[in-house]
């Protein structure tokens, strides 16, 4: 029997690298807090992972779709669903509000549309739809553009000309190399027009989006002697360009033939799918590619003229414009513009051959564009170093993983930094990229290899140059964040330092719990012996520390490192520190054998807490629950703490006392 699930979702990004499996884990740990399971299916570069069944979306309540490519969502039609982009999805707190929204619908399939209906922004857009379908042939194209790129820049280790049997550096292998890489790359344009076609029409618009594509490489022969049109002769292909629009051709043609064909009998399907539909979406879509080569010609040469412009303008102009592209969104739709353009002309320049003008333009692009990928990561590598007194644990071991992610060329790995602080950290990372790619166009960098980051630096002309650019815009930028990370710590000590003292008001309630019988100070979730005043600790990390040592002496847990993890990975998803000195950290692991709670105040503040208002954490009241209990125990705890502390008389009164037997009977009040 099929498991049944909650939540079903599928997840997808045009790379289907990175953002594919953040939102996953995202939307797996959204559902994991409201007590609800869930099963989320991912399409990456790799194929479909964690498939989902028919029999598992029949028993689902209800959909969520994150994903910039096609995910066939025509499988949930009925279902109670959301779709967006996969942006949508990264942070716990956003996929919280995708399931809150998908459930809104309780079940119900009539009330589909009332839910789009209701929330405006979900609604699917002509332009994400556009997007969507573009980006389904980006993300199929890439990985031919990888392997062919990298394949014959390969190739030139045994020369630049080694692949021609007439030259004194031929080499038989690199040849092949060279032939195979060349293949690879030749498939570009088919392939992205073909599943741009496929992600409109599905499986019979690949076809003419296979042919769209190979007329976009070939364009219209014409004979030289006569003028006219000749199979035999030449013509002038519009690529890239061309690819993209045959592509959104052929799928459209499959959906008017569809609507063209569908009073055909249904016994007649198999003649529909393997002759009609081939042959008539085949010879439309050809016949009106073949009739706008020559504009689309004429438009393709006008982007080169525009790109090799920007370049006449000097290093400053181009590297500014790859550069601001690359870091705005770090594997976003603008970064993907960016580099897709870049492995364009790196396409046309391996195609002209080592030695030409286009050659030396699109590989200098390419470098450039790659040089702008790689900087961003190393940026925060940088300054978790430098800065190390400014960033939280989490932080700094994030940015050291990102020093292997931007060697390698993935961007993705800057995310979580930027978006903390989208202001000022995305014009930062916009900076050092800039100054990476400026430097790398001046230095005269070519690189043939269209991704691999440092891994490809013996097949880089200029390898030293451009490993010194990447370097210089990493450091600008690593110490621009610095400044702005030890302005950010400034402020909120200089805030904690000003903060005034609130003097106790004892309402009659509070009162009643302070005065109530001793021998109630150990009952309930908070009690007496895990309540801690007057501590003094230098940073958040070695307040959660002391709690989770704590809580395994006491009892409460059986492996404080593990107690550990789990509050600091809650933290990594978004601060639990309120305002006016308060914090609730909470922690649901296998490791906590009992729920509880413990409480720390700290008269001098925990520095490098990050608060709603700024104001340093003076106490923290930490919610320990074994895992089991995540959905039940957690949330109704979490609620009323998080409810109590909206109350002035409770924080007053936390604040006043420093008996622990007290501030025990003040929490359990709130927790009946």
């Not at 033939?257 to 529909?272: D, H, M, Q, R, T």
């Not at 097949?459 to 690593?478: E, F, H, S, T």
Request: hydrophobic fraction near 50%; charge should be negative; aromatic fraction near 8%.
């Amino acid at each position: 029997m099929a498991e049944k699930y909650d939540i079903i979702a599928a997840t997808g990004c045009p790379t289907g690298i990175a953002h594919t499996f953040m939102a996953k884990e995202a939307l797996e740990k959204a559902a994991a807090a409201r007590g609800l399971t869930i099963k989320v299916e991912t399409h990456g570069q790799v194929g479909i992972e964690n498939e989902i069944t028919a029999a598992e979306i029949a028993a689902a309540r209800a959909v969520v779709i994150a994903a910039d490519k096609d995910v066939q969502a025509e499988r949930f039609a009925g279902k109670p669903m959301v779709s967006v982009g996969v942006s949508k999805a990264l942070s716990v707190e956003a996929a919280d509000a995708l399931i809150e929204r998908a459930l809104a619908a309780k079940g119900d399939a009539s009330a589909v549309t009332a839910v789009v209906e209701d929330v405006p922004e979900e609604k699917e857009t002509l332009g994400h739809q556009l997007y969507k379908h573009l980006m389904n042939g980006v993300s199929h194209m890439l990985v031919f553009v990888v392997a062919g790129g990298v394949l014959t820049a390969v190739s030139f280790l045994w020369g630049i000309t080694s692949f021609d049997s007439t030259a004194a550096d031929y080499n038989s292998f690199a040849a092949m190399l060279k032939i195979i890489g060349g293949t690879a790359m030749g498939l570009m344009v088919p392939v992205l027009s073909a599943y741009i076609a496929e992600s409109i029409g599905k499986r019979p618009a690949l076809v003419p989006g296979f042919v769209a594509g190979m007329i976009a490489i070939n364009g219209l022969p014409v004979n030289a002697e006569t003028g006219l049109i000749d199979a035999g002769g030449a013509g002038v292909g519009f690529g890239f360009l061309g690819g993209i629009v045959g592509g959104f051709l052929a799928g459209y043609v499959i959906l008017l033939l569809e609507k063209a064909f569908s009073k055909i009998p249904a016994s007649l399907n198999g003649l529909k799918a393997i002759f009609l539909y081939p042959l008539c979406s085949t010879a439309i879509v050809g016949l009106v590619m073949l009739g706008i080569s020559g504009p689309m010609a004429a438009v393709n040469q006008a982007m080169m003229d525009f790109l090799q412009g920007l370049s006449t303008s000097g290093p400053i102009v181009l590297g500014l414009a790859i550069g601001c592209m690359c870091a705005f969104d770090m594997g976003g739709p603008v970064n993907k513009a960016a580099y897709t353009t870049g492995t364009f002309l790196l396409g046309t320049a391996l195609e002209a051959g080592v030695g030409t003008a286009t050659y030396n333009f699109g590989t200098n692009f390419m470098a450039a564009v790659s040089a702008a990928c790689i900087v961003p990561p190393l940026i925060t590598t940088f300054a978790v170093v430098v800065g190390k007194k400014y960033f939280s644990q989490e932080d700094h071991d994030a940015g050291l993983v990102n020093f292997i992610l931007g060697c390698t060329h993935i961007t993705e790995g800057a995310i979580p930094f930027m978006t903390k602080n989208i202001w000022p950290v995305m014009p930062i990372m916009m900076i050092g990229s800039s100054i990476a790619s400026i430097l790398t166009i001046f230095f005269g960098v070519h690189d043939p290899a269209p991704h691999g980051g440092f891994l490809v630096l013996p097949v880089v002309d200029g390898g030293a140059m451009w490993v010194l650019a990447i370097a210089i815009g990493a450091v600008v930028g690593g110490l621009l964040f610095v400044m702005f990370k030890k302005y950010d710590w400034t402020k909120k000590q200089a805030a904690q330092a000003e903060a005034p003292v609130v003097e106790a008001v004892e309402t009659p309630a509070v009162a009643a719990a302070v005065d109530a019988a001793p021998e109630q100070a150990d009952e309930g979730f908070a009690k007496a012996s895990n309540v801690f005043c007057n501590q003094q600790f230098a940073n958040r990390d070695e307040a959660l520390r002391f709690i989770s040592n704590h809580a395994v002496e006491a009892g409460i847990a059986d492996d404080a490192n593990l107690l550990l993890d789990a509050f600091l990975k809650r933290e990594a998803e978004g601060t639990t520190g309120m305002t006016d000195g308060f914090s609730i950290p909470h922690a649901k692991t296998d490791a906590v054998k009992e729920a509880a709670v413990v409480v720390i105040k700290a008269s001098d503040g925990i520095a490098e807490w990050d608060t709603l208002d700024g104001a340093a954490v003076n106490c923290a009241i930490a919610l320990l629950v074994p895992d089991a209990e995540a959905g039940t125990t957690h949330l109704q705890i979490l609620s009323k703490i998080a409810t109590a502390l909206m109350d002035d008389d409770f924080r007053a009164a936390l604040k006043a006392q420093d008996d622990p037997a007290k501030i025990a009977r003040i929490i359990n009040e709130r927790l009946v």
